[in-house]
């Protein structure tokens, strides 16, 4: 009898399968989506930002670096910076390293 009872049912709910399979997966759908526009897209926006900030770096622009140094630009090439920390010290580091450009004036070479 039992047996009688899941025959009639069977072609019922194999039909709605594949509508229960939807809207199974929906919500791992919809925490993608959330996922993306809360953490992904702040995150390469960021990238973005960060990285048309160091193509503009130019000589003479105060910076600090991700270590803390603060440092005003002497030289610069490709991949690498020359920070001037305080009067005849220059420092080398990787450009991706700068984490911030200050406003001028902000680093004095007569205050330390």
């Known amino acids: ?6 025959a009639q ?15 199974g997966m929906l919500p791992l759908i919809l925490m993608f ?11 390469m926006k960021r990238q973005k930002e960060h990285r ?3 193509d503009a770096l130019a000589k003479g622009d105060e910076v600090t670096t991700a270590g803390g140094i603060v440092g ?3 030289k610069l090439s490709e991949q ?5 920390i305080s009067p005849g010290v220059e420092v080398q580091v990787q450009r991706s390293a700068v984490g911030q450009v200050l406003p001028k004036g ?7």
């Open 1 to 6: 009898m039992i047996s009688t009872a899941f």
């Open 9 to 23: 049912t069977a072609p019922a709910a194999e039909a709605a399968g594949g509508a229960s399979m939807l809207t």
């Open 33 to 43: 989506v959330v996922l993306y526009f809360i953490m992904i897209r702040p995150q």
């Open 52 to 54: 048309a900030m160091i």
């Open 72 to 74: 005003r630009v002497s």
């Open 80 to 84: 690498w910076i020359h920070l001037e």
């Open 106 to 112: 902000t680093f004095d070479k007569n205050a330390a």
